[in-house]
């Protein structure tokens, strides 16, 4: 069965530090990969995504994300973080698209960003 | 644009209770699914419409949980009766076509005592 594992599940920075969020996936297939983000209160939004193409994603925000396809990893990175940052992040796979836009989420990694 | 729309935002009931969610997804969005949230773990999709239809419903528990989404607008998804372990939070989340990105709303936090 398909499966995303975030190796993190609570991450603790400094305002400034740099940001890597590991995230591994079980399929080996044609996938589409996504970040999304859910803030204090708010609702899940999109961060940035992975069709095909350059493998590194630029997505809102300042976040990238390198797809390395022989690692089956789509890591989440900040070359700085801010205050702002502090939520949790969900890496997800759509394994394809004969599984009709159905998301695989890992279990997320909560940033909290010290001032 | 408007976002989705889910109601209530909250719900506390008792074990052996009922109860109902409601979603209203981004106008003119054909895909639209129900996702669980337990506490601590991400979201667990439990059903998916393609306008009015089921695509996928392999991990909708079908002896409690039940979804519809009657004229491929808005759905609904009833929990009868309810479990301790249904405590989670229930996203709705719609698409434009099969395999674009997701639209979540707010969810519903529903909590079983």
């Known amino acids: 069965a398909q499966s995303v594992s975030q190796h993190n599940h609570h991450v603790i920075l400094s305002e400034a530090a740099s940001l890597e969020l590991g995230c591994n996936y079980s399929?080996?297939?044609?996938?589409?990969l996504f970040w999304y983000v859910q803030y204090p209160g708010q609702h899940l939004q999109l961060l940035l995504k992975?069709?095909?193409?350059?493998?590194l994603v630029k997505g809102i925000k300042g976040f990238e994300a390198e797809f390395i396809k022989s690692k089956f990893s789509f890591n989440l990175r900040k070359p700085s973080v801010q205050w702002s940052d502090t939520a949790e992040y969900f890496c997800?796979?759509?394994?394809?698209?004969?599984?009709?836009?159905?998301?695989?989420f890992g279990q997320g990694t909560e940033l909290s960003v010290k001032p | 644009e408007a976002g989705v729309a889910q109601s209530p935002r909250y719900k506390i009931i008792e074990k052996r209770q009922s109860v109902a969610f409601w979603c209203n997804p981004i106008s003119g969005h054909a895909t639209l699914y129900w996702y669980q949230q337990i506490l601590g773990q991400g979201p667990k999709l439990l059903i998916q419409f393609q306008n009015n239809g089921v695509v996928d419903d392999s991990q909708l528990p079908k002896d409690r949980f039940s979804a519809e989404r009657l004229k491929g607008v808005d759905s609904t998804l009833k929990i009868q009766p309810a479990k301790l372990e249904d405590s989670a939070v229930y996203l709705c989340?719609?698409?434009?076509?099969?395999?674009?990105?997701?639209?979540f709303g707010n969810g519903t936090r529903l909590t079983v005592t």
């Open positions: 989340a719609s698409s434009s076509v099969q395999n674009s990105p997701l639209h």
């Open positions: 992975y069709f095909s193409g350059d493998p």
């Open positions: 399929y080996g297939g044609t996938v589409n």
């Open positions: 997800a796979v759509n394994a394809g698209y004969n599984q009709g836009g159905k998301l695989i």
